[in-house]
């Protein structure tokens, strides 16, 4: 599976920004799909997944202002992100993996990783 992040931008605090991931195929039955971030300097973290019968987990850091989705017919998966704070700065990464497609956790190991989308929130 391959995956492309797009949607990154610079935006003032209290904006938004929609990322996608945009996959070679879509296997959303059987795979937990997953949005992270990094910023310099820190380890990576989870910030939303949903997993193959379509649950979703937020970080708490996150929970209430992002949401994420799925457009089947288009391969796509979403990241709204609303009310965006300066330490949402980072570079988002979408991954998929299937070894653990509902129970899966952001401390799985994950197969499929897009590039990455470079998200800066100014104050």
């Known amino acids: 599976v391959e995956l492309v992040e797009s949607g990154g931008a610079s935006v003032q605090s209290g904006g938004s920004l929609r990322l996608s991931c945009q996959a070679s195929?879509?296997?959303?039955?059987?795979?937990?799909m997953t949005w992270f971030r990094q910023s310099p300097g820190k380890e990576r973290e989870g910030g939303a997944l949903?997993?193959?019968?379509?649950?979703?987990k937020y970080a708490n850091s996150v929970k209430g202002r992002f949401t994420i989705s799925q457009d089947i017919d288009k391969n796509t998966l979403y990241l709204q992100m609303n009310d965006l704070k300066p330490e949402d700065t980072a570079t988002y990464f979408c991954?998929?993996?299937?070894?653990?497609?509902?129970?899966?956790?952001?401390?799985?190991?994950?197969?499929?990783w897009g590039q990455g989308t470079q998200v800066t929130v100014s104050s």
């Open positions: 949903i997993n193959a019968v379509r649950t979703t």
């Open positions: 991954a998929f993996d299937s070894q653990k497609p509902v129970t899966c956790s952001w401390s799985d190991e994950y197969k499929y």
């Open positions: 195929r879509f296997p959303s039955r059987t795979y937990c």
